[in-house]
């Protein structure tokens, strides 16, 4: 199955996510570098302090202050109570008495006992990045979001409908529509689910976008990491087809060589079309394109292996 064009830069901000363990945080952070690549100025944001960016970027860690990592990005990680405090100074005027708050557990209560407010404080500071404006033009042409799992995602987006529906005024209700007018604007936002082709993530991909879409969230292309390469058929004797090709290429391999290659060419074999008809069924069961990337056979994803997943994601920038 090939591969179909699409955008991920179609919105302004593009919102991440996938099953734990699908590699959301390395896709997001490639589409930042591609993006770059393009001449955007981007703002790469992850949530909650989850210090997953840093090590690809060769930092220790990301503050909530906003700071370049790599050229045309700037990273930040967002965190509610700093959120919180940003909230006050910019509506309340009280930098002092906010800060005085952080020592204490009212930020803790209040964004764990308010409904949706710790989201709407996480996701409202990527708002006021999207809509920031320098001389006239936007401070950020690209935004990607690093957000929670799929399986907190709705709630996560909800938050601020929830908040415009409870609240019926004040600066809160105001805030949580501005979030709402975004997220929900297919101009200003997309939501880019990163899976791959295995049956589980698949099937949770599958319910998210059922989810999503009935809350007039837009969705981008869907992203499938890790594919593996498709092997040209062994035939029904892969230990002789695998002893001919090595004739061929003048290699004397002995039968317990040949017979290893042949048992891990199978294995391999069988998970590519394993994972085929995982991405078919997917393509059959939802109308949204898909963007494949290899999988890398490496011991961990350093900033080299994300470079080249970046390379990949450069066709689907514009």
């Known amino acids: 199955m090939s591969t179909m064009p699409a955008s991920l830069t179609a919105a302004r901000v593009a919102i991440v996510s996938g099953k734990g363990g699908v590699g959301k945080t390395t896709v997001a952070a490639a589409l930042a570098i591609a993006a770059a690549r393009a001449g955007k100025n981007v703002l790469l944001a992850e949530m909650e302090d989850r210090e997953a960016f840093a090590p690809i970027f060769g930092l220790r860690k990301l503050a909530y202050t906003e700071q370049t990592i790599a050229p045309n990005i700037t990273g930040l990680t967002v965190e509610a109570d700093e959120a919180l405090v940003d909230y006050l100074r910019m509506f309340y005027g009280i930098p002092t008495i906010s800060r005085a708050l952080m020592r204490t557990k009212a930020v803790e209560f209040a964004t764990q006992t308010a409904p949706g407010l710790k989201d709407i404080l996480l996701i409202g500071k990527v708002k006021e990045a999207e809509s920031r404006r320098h001389e006239g033009a936007h401070v950020f042409d690209f935004l990607v979001v690093d957000a929670p799992p799929t399986g907190r995602l709705p709630r996560f987006l909800d938050a601020p409908r929830a908040v415009v ?3 019926k005024g004040g600066q809160i209700r105001t805030q949580a529509q501005g979030v709402l007018d975004m ?13 791959q082709p295995e049956e589980m993530p698949v099937r949770e991909t599958e319910e998210t976008i059922e989810t999503l879409s009935k809350m ?25 087809t695998l002893r001919a090709a090595a004739s061929d290429a003048g290699e004397d391999l002995s039968d317990d060589a040949i017979r290893v290659l042949a048992g891990v060419a199978t294995t391999h074999a069988r998970r590519a079309r394993n994972q085929r008809k995982a991405m078919k069924t997917l393509a059959n069961d939802v109308s949204l394109p898909q963007i494949e990337l290899p999988y890398l056979f490496t011991e961990r994803m350093g900033r080299p292996e994300v470079e080249q997943l970046a390379q990949i994601l450069s066709g689907c920038v514009s």
């Open 165 to 167: 529906e409870l609240v």
């Open 216 to 240: 007039g969230i837009t969705l981008g292309p869907i992203v499938m990491n890790g594919v593996w390469p498709e092997l040209r058929s062994l035939g029904k004797e892969p230990e002789a």
């Open 183 to 195: 997220v929900t604007d297919p101009k200003r936002c997309q939501v880019v689910l990163v899976t």
